[in-house]
């Protein structure tokens, strides 16, 4: 199928609007051409994953379209950098690493992107409409976009969420056509135990389980509570589309596209049902862990926010933690969203008890923990999955509480009884 | 065997097959083609100059930047064929090219038919996507 380009399209590859919305349009075109769209589509909105740097090849990509007069048509927002440009100082980067790290961060928001610096945008202000075409980046933001908010957007890839926001638009492909937002596989979750259901660490392990599971395919989880936790359904995505490629699921009676089972797989049968056994999270919740506990039990880290966390995620850390002081280092990631919202009294709590704050980007996308090697805690499956290959470090999976208490302790304090 | 060619182009090299998927971001050091998940069997190879055959790729949105990086220091494979399309990976050339870097070929081959290769291998890929032992 040939790409149909719009008039406007056309004028804008002309050269219309200047070279740089002509090369971002090009790279649109080019990557619909390669999807087999058959047009492109307006955006309203984006979310920026380019901004975190790997390597300088991004920041020249992103100064080439500073530079050829770039400026975003559509609202967008930035997610992490390699810097905590809060905290100066907490990476450990080399002064030339940190440097085109930095002419990166200044050249995405000299392309008016909102200084927004965080992986979950959509609770930094961020929320399309139910429906709404746009274009993210960040597999956790985009999963909760599409999932959760119900507005559409495909895994967008570095590169394209600028290209897309610079030019407002997108290809006409994947979840932006409402047949392919339609579930296939039915996930029945009714025969699990309710008191583990009713965890907060129980959705990392269901989503770890499910992207390994359905890869790219769009499930529908029924026999899960209503009205569930909005940071719940965070953790569940983020999990899944670290292990697999899932860019939306639907959680039957609680997310907006799934109000009851015939809607969301369009009347027709699924192609496939998986009725969720224990043994199936069990070995899920095993493959979040890859460290062996020394003999005495101790462990170097903690690790937490993943996505970053929300304010609701740093008071049940402070109940959790409930005036005591941290043995080991402990890092939460969140964003300047929360700092804002959080008041000299939860900053000094968090400080009087040893918490060490990270800003504008997280531990695995940047160097800030302190030894190549050690163990890590975590309670985010995301932190989980990608911790060993990206730090070199080993990670152990469990709840806040596992994390609390284990960083009191400064060794493994982990509740096994809520998986039995 | 015919793969389809998704950014068409020549190479050739020594196929490295993975059985699992990879994500480029967090699955390869940007700095030295490596692999770094330490739960693949293929953990420290290198990436440079193969012929990169994956069954999925996964994860993150960040791999198009990794595969740019890898282009712009000369590390990226001399091909990817992966068993199903992933426009993420393809973004990560598109933008090589109009910066003016080095490109390589994209092609999608079932996982199934990669089965076929083994690793070592010497494979040339032609414009039309077929891939040659020789």
New interface residues.
């Given amino acids: 199928m040939a790409l149909e380009l719009s008039p406007e399209d056309e004028a804008v590859l002309a050269g219309r609007d200047g070279p740089a919305t002509a090369?971002a349009l090009?790279?649109v075109a080019?990557?619909a051409r390669?999807?087999g769209a058959d047009r492109l589509i307006d955006v309203a909105s984006s979310h920026i994953?380019?901004c975190?740097y790997?390597?300088?090849?991004?920041t020249?990509?992103a100064e080439?379209l500073l530079a050829d007069g770039g400026r975003v048509k559509v609202p967008t927002t930035l997610n992490v950098g390699a810097l905590d440009l809060v905290h100066p100082g907490r990476e450990r980067l080399s002064p030339e690493q940190a440097g085109m790290a930095r002419r990166l961060m200044a050249a995405y928001a000299g392309l008016g992107c909102r200084e927004s610096w965080t992986c979950a945008p959509y609770q930094a202000g961020h929320r399309p409409a139910l429906g709404q075409d746009v274009a993210w980046?960040?597999?956790n933001a985009?999963v909760f976009c599409n999932s959760v908010l119900g507005a559409r957007t495909?895994?967008?890839?570095?590169?394209?969420?600028i290209c897309a926001a610079i030019t407002g638009r997108a290809p006409r492909a994947g979840l932006h056509l409402p047949e392919n937002r339609r579930a296939t596989i039915l996930i029945d979750a009714s025969g699990l135990k309710p008191a583990l259901v009713a965890q907060d660490a129980f959705y990392p392990v269901l989503g770890a389980w499910l992207?390994a599971t359905v890869?790219?395919r769009v499930a529908a989880i029924d026999g899960l509570p209503p009205r569930l936790a909005e940071d719940r359904l965070k953790a569940l995505g983020a999990a899944a589309?670290?292990?697999?490629?899932v860019g939306l699921f639907h959680v039957v009676g609680v997310t907006p596209e799934a109000p009851d089972r015939a809607t969301v797989f369009c009347g027709e049968p699924p192609e496939q049902v998986i009725r969720l056994e224990p043994a199936m999270l069990e070995a899920a919740r095993r493959?979040l862990s890859?460290g062996t506990l020394p003999p005495d039990g101790k462990i170097d880290a903690v690790a937490i926010g993943s996505p970053h966390l929300s304010e609701a995620e740093i008071d049940a850390l402070l109940a959790g933690l409930d005036g005591r002081r941290v043995a080991i280092p402990f890092y939460a990631c969140t964003g300047r969203h929360v700092l804002d919202r959080l008041g000299d009294g939860r900053r000094a709590a968090l400080d009087a008890a040893g918490v060490t704050l990270i800003a504008d980007t997280c531990i695995?996308v940047t160097p800030i923990l302190t030894a190549a090697a050690g163990l890590l805690i975590t309670n985010s499956g995301k932190f989980a999955?990608?911790t060993?290959?990206?730090t070199g470090w080993d990670v152990l999976y469990g709840s806040l509480a596992d994390c609390v208490e284990s960083a009191v302790a400064g060794r493994l304090m982990r509740d096994e009884a809520i998986w039995r | 065997m015919k793969a389809e060619p998704?950014?068409p182009g020549r190479a050739e090299g020594t196929v490295l097959r993975l059985d699992g998927?990879l994500s480029f971001?967090?699955?390869v050091d940007?700095?030295s083609g490596a692999l770094?998940?330490?739960?693949s069997p293929h953990h420290g190879a290198r990436i440079g100059g193969r012929v990169l055959m994956v069954p999925?790729?996964?994860?993150?949105?960040?791999?198009?930047?990794?595969m740019?990086?890898l282009?712009?220091?000369g590390l990226a494979p001399a091909a990817i064929v992966m068993g199903?399309?992933?426009?993420?990976?393809?973004?990560?050339i598109?933008?090589?090219r109009?910066?003016g870097?080095h490109t390589i070929p994209l092609m999608v081959l079932p996982a199934a038919d990669q089965a076929g290769f083994s690793d070592g291998e010497r494979v040339a890929i032609a414009e039309d996507g077929t891939i040659e032992r020789l």
């Fill in positions: 090369m090009r790279i080019d990557t390669m999807l994953d380019g975190l790997h390597g300088d090849s991004g020249l990509f080439r980046g960040e597999s985009v495909n895994r967008y890839g570095d590169f394209l969420d992207g890869g790219d589309a670290s292990t697999g490629s493959r890859t695995v999955h990608y060993p290959s990206t | 998704i950014l998927p971001w967090g699955g940007p700095y770094t998940d330490p739960r999925e790729t996964r994860g993150s949105s960040s791999s198009s930047a990794v740019l990086e282009l712009a220091a199903r399309l992933d426009a993420i990976l393809g973004l990560g598109l933008v090589a109009e910066m870097w």
